[in-house]
């Protein structure tokens, strides 16, 4: 008696509650979560037939992902690619050392 191991979902089909999208590259589903009552995860939204109305562009400060071109503002006060503020003690090049090798510091002389 042989059994068959069988995945949960065809492999034809995305596995449930994951995004519809066939990534050709990988020769798989995508595999993001999806929100209640969507097709598709929040980067292939575009391939949505339903949203064509807003339009998804390329973050300015990391390509690597999309936004929604209407909430482009609100995306930049907290993408993670964003230039963080440096702590009050930070001091840039601190331990750089000297600048010219003929310079000496004033405690030393």
Same mark, same amino acid.
């Given at each position: 008696? *042989?059994?068959?191991?069988?995945?949960?979902?065809?492999?034809? /089909?995305?596995?449930?509650?994951?995004?519809?999208?066939?990534?050709? #590259? #990988?020769?798989?589903?995508?595999?993001?979560?999806? *929100? *209640?009552?969507?097709? /598709?995860?929040?980067?292939?939204?575009?391939?949505?037939?339903?949203e064509d109305a807003r339009k998804r562009i390329l973050c300015p400060l990391d390509?690597?992902?999309?936004?929604?071109? %209407?909430?482009?503002? $609100?995306?930049? $006060? #907290?993408?993670?690619?964003?230039?963080?503020?440096?702590? %009050? /003690?930070?001091?840039? %090049?601190?331990?750089?050392?000297?600048? %010219? &090798?003929?310079?000496?510091? &004033?405690?030393? *002389?």
């Open positions: 008696m *042989a059994t068959s191991a069988t995945s949960p979902h065809a492999p034809g /089909f995305p596995a449930e509650g994951r995004c519809g999208y066939y990534v050709e #590259k #990988k020769k798989r589903f995508c595999r993001m979560v999806v *929100a *209640a009552g969507k097709r /598709f995860c929040g980067e292939h939204a575009g391939a949505a037939e339903e390509p690597k992902h999309t936004v929604y071109e %209407d909430q482009l503002a $609100k995306h930049l $006060k #907290k993408c993670n690619s964003r230039e963080k503020p440096k702590p %009050d /003690f930070y001091i840039q %090049d601190i331990n750089a050392g000297l600048r %010219d &090798e003929t310079e000496i510091p &004033e405690q030393l *002389a």
